[in-house]
């Protein structure tokens, strides 16, 4: 049986995928580690909470920000119906690369979140249902959050939903305090997941809604 040849190809390339994707990340972390804010991608396991709360049925345009090399993407694709608007965007060549590489037919803008109006003007998106983000929050400065908080809250629609992570660590620095208080300004409602101990270093995801009938 053909399949029980290519399973273990599959798996193999898989991981070395992988592999070749946490060095890329970790290269990337030593030449800009506040700018990229991790030492290796995201979990499977922190992708799925990252996804697994929204509900998809209702979601017109989705945008993902900071998409690295793309852990979240491969979900958000599973979850999105057909018809739903989708593109990435990413500030790292080098992520942007190997992004556009694992999904070559995803829309994946490399510039930095702060344009996100003018992106969703180019893809005739009004206003967007659900943000995921992979943004380094607790290692910008206060004037980075603030602006990229005002852009992403600038194109939600009225029932948006925004997901983001932290690390555990960060939550306790003056910049994860801060990032936690600035969410509360611009959504109705926000919660904080159960710990990923999968990812590394452990994080827990922030959910919010724009409305708290959400
Ligand atoms: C912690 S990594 C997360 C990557 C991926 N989402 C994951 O979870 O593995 C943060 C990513 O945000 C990107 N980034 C940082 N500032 C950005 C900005 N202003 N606009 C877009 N992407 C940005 C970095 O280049 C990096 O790829």
Not at 2 to 18: D, G, T
Not at 47 to 62: H, L, N, S
Not at 86 to 109: D, K, Q, R
Request: proline share 5%; net charge positive.
């Amino acid at each position: 049986m053909p399949i029980l040849i290519e399973r273990p190809a599959l798996a193999s390339r898989r991981k070395a995928m992988r592999v070749r994707d946490c060095a890329a990340f970790f290269m990337e972390f030593l030449s800009n580690p506040a700018g990229i804010g991790a030492v290796v991608p995201s979990s499977r396991n922190l992708a799925r909470k990252m996804i697994e709360w929204i509900d998809w049925t209702q979601v017109r345009a989705v945008v993902e920000c900071g998409a690295g090399t793309g852990v979240f993407t491969g979900y958000i694709l599973d979850h999105m119906k057909p018809n739903t608007r989708f593109f990435a965007i990413e500030l790292n060549a080098s992520m942007a690369g190997v992004f556009s590489e694992h999904y070559p037919t995803v829309t994946l803008y490399q510039g930095s979140v702060t344009n996100v109006r003018r992106l969703c003007d180019r893809e005739g998106i009004e206003s967007v249902d659900v943000i995921i983000s992979g943004l380094p929050w607790a290692s910008f400065a206060r004037p980075d959050q603030e602006q990229c908080l005002e852009a992403l809250a600038s194109v939600f629609s009225p029932q948006g939903s925004f997901a983001t992570f932290a690390y555990l660590h960060g939550l306790y620095l003056a910049a994860g305090r801060r990032f936690g208080r600035m969410l509360s300004t611009h959504f109705e409602k926000v919660e904080r997941s159960t710990i990923s101990w999968h990812n590394l270093p452990p994080a827990v995801v922030y959910r919010c809604w724009r409305s708290s009938g959400g």
